[in-house]
């Protein structure tokens, strides 16, 4: 097995600042508990804002409270999402949790093109570093400031449990005042990425990649030295097969990343770097970051061309917590649809986040948790094997043994098959459920003589190349390499065709128009034609035109590329 590094700089996010201002709760600093905030007569303009930790990441929070133009933003664990009983395992309240505010993924100051060491970019701001300050506190903290709250009582789903604070949305009274110092220094640091390569057989120019963050801001154990460890063995085990005589079809890439914890930057440094080359060679990625929180939920967040290929896996190993159940046994024994169980989107604190929306290669991230209870030390200087272990009740080895189990045997399937086993057909229907959204402002648009129906278009000529190639390939010669190898091609590069081509890599990193952020986005377009009914005079025709012509264009050359046949396409465009 081959083994190599790369190098790349790394940057804290924010130099040293002081302010001051009033303080207003909003919750866990989502869109919606900002728009609750302003409909209950509290604007957060110009004072700091303090959320709790949980349903989104700490850069979205951060955006939304800039979007709301507060000063700064507190983030702190309430005892109602984060056990805080020290007793039964739970975070002390002296403790915060940190995490970073980078609305993007990488170097933050080489936005959408690699800062290796060889190169000599000048720096440029990422759009999604914040131009307010974030800090972490504690829930004791936390209470101390909730305690002096005044204004309007927080609505009942927003109160937590920590103890004789009101939960009152602020901002306060006259004389008080909060002073928030962040002390940064801000400089360039030197990282290692770490690589190991088993060849491929027959296609050694197509990988797969599996990949660990190596680094962590405190022990690590949960976040990162699992994964790690998984890594290494799975490495171990996959190059004792080869010598005893297994082949790969595919190359087997192994990837140890560095400064995962400052928004996955050694792995998306190396995306900007070999973007070009990945489109054309990645089949899929696993990320085995976060893989062990616990044992009762199994959870598979992942782009959909791999949820067919999971349901397949998971059919086959055994569930660590149900001795002779397999894992869709345990999540299906109560009639349960099992994607609606074990499904999740990509979060954008993933690296395999970052390999979908930026890099257009399918990509899973795996783990299992407590059904009734956050594992309460990920992220913080309390993330100890012993902890991790004892909160798993000394099942730690088995469910890391699951885990491993699972990752293998997809990357048998990825590595091994004849025909990559990603499911391309999958996108009309998912394509379907984001576009049947629409429907209901067809009349709207009519009204204002505006049509979606290029958009409908561009979906069914995905539809027929779809269909297209799953005859061709029914039809074909099984040992024929030359047609199989043009097949993988086509399925390979489907998900990179979904990355939109009109809009620049360096403001717009995250091109996926069904997975990624921006305006460029299915979701953006949504978001502007829900505007018809909720707040007409905010609707812009113009900005309409563009978004729909960003989400037509990117869908049909999606479709194109699939048929492979540029003289055969049947459309009126």
């Not at 007569?41 to 959320?51: D, F, K, M, S």
């Not at 060679?281 to 959870?299: E, H, M, P, T």
Request: proline share 6%.
């Amino acid at each position: 097995m081959a083994l190599w590094t790369s190098c790349a700089p790394a940057f804290p996010f924010h130099p040293a600042v002081c302010l001051q201002g009033g303080l207003v709760f909003a919750n866990y600093g989502r869109r919606e508990d900002f728009a609750a905030l302003k409909q209950h007569g509290v604007n957060p303009q110009g004072h700091l804002v303090i959320v709790r930790i949980g349903e989104i990441s700490y850069a979205e929070k951060v955006a939304n409270a800039e979007a709301s133009q507060a000063k700064g933003v507190l983030i702190y664990p309430d005892p109602a999402d984060v056990p805080q009983d020290p007793r039964k395992l739970g975070l002390s309240p002296n403790t915060s949790i940190y995490g970073h505010v980078h609305m993007g993924a990488g170097d933050p100051y080489s936005p959408g093109f690699p800062s290796f060491n060889h190169t000599q970019f000048p720096p440029i701001q990422s759009s999604g570093l914040p131009s307010i300050p974030a800090h972490p506190v504690s829930a004791n903290v936390a209470a101390r400031l909730l305690r002096q709250l005044t204004g309007p009582t927080a609505p009942q789903t927003w109160k937590g449990r920590l103890p004789d604070v009101p939960y009152r949305l602020g901002p306060g009274g006259p004389d008080f005042q909060l002073q928030l110092g962040v002390q940064n220094q801000k400089q360039s640091v030197m990282i290692n990425n770490i690589f190991g390569c088993i060849e491929g057989r027959f296609e050694p120019d197509h990988y797969v990649i599996v990949g660990a963050q190596r680094d962590s801001l405190g022990p690590g154990a949960a976040r990162s030295g699992v994964g790690t460890a998984l890594l290494l063995e799975l490495a171990r085990t996959f190059t004792a097969m080869v010598r005893n005589g297994f082949q790969l079809r595919r190359s087997l890439l192994f990837a140890s990343w560095d400064a995962g914890d400052f928004g996955s930057v050694g792995s998306t440094e190396w995306l900007e770097g070999y973007l070009t080359m990945l489109h054309l060679k990645a089949a899929a990625y696993i990320s085995l970051d976060n893989v062990v929180l616990g044992d009762d939920k199994f959870f598979a967040k992942t782009s959909p061309a791999l949820v067919g290929l999971i349901e397949s896996i998971i059919k086959q190993v055994d569930s660590p917590s149900r001795s002779g159940q397999s894992i869709f046994g345990q999540v299906t024994e109560q009639g349960q649809r099992w994607e609606t169980e074990v499904i999740r989107p990509l979060p954008m604190d993933s690296s395999a986040f970052a390999f979908t929306s930026f890099g257009g290669v399918p990509a899973v991230e795996f783990s299992f948790a407590e059904d009734s209870r956050r594992y309460p030390f990920l992220n913080t200087m309390a993330d100890t094997y012993d902890n991790l272990n004892r909160a798993l009740y000394g099942r730690l080895p088995a469910v890391a043994k699951t885990v491993a189990e699972v990752v293998g045997h997809l990357l048998i399937k990825l590595t091994h098959d004849h025909l990559l086993p990603l499911d391309y057909w999958c996108y009309g229907d998912v394509l379907l459920e984001h576009i049947a959204r629409f429907n209901e402002y067809t009349a709207l648009l009519k009204s204002r003589g505006l049509t979606l129906q290029w958009m409908y278009s561009a979906r069914g000529d995905y539809m027929r190349a779809a269909d297209k190639l799953r005859k061709d390939i029914y039809s074909s010669e099984e040992q024929n390499e030359r047609l199989l190898r043009m097949y993988n091609v086509r399925i390979m590069r489907v998900e990179f065709y979904f990355l939109s081509q009109y809009v620049a890599v360096t403001e717009t990193p995250f091109r996926h128009i069904l997975h990624g952020r921006g305006g460029h986005t299915v979701k953006a377009l949504l978001e502007h034609v829900s505007l018809l009914r909720e707040a007409p005079q905010s609707f812009n025709e113009v900005l309409f035109r563009r978004q729909l012509a960003f989400v037509t264009w990117t869908l049909q050359g999606a479709a194109n590329a699939l048929s492979g046949d540029v003289w055969n396409i049947d459309n009126n465009f």
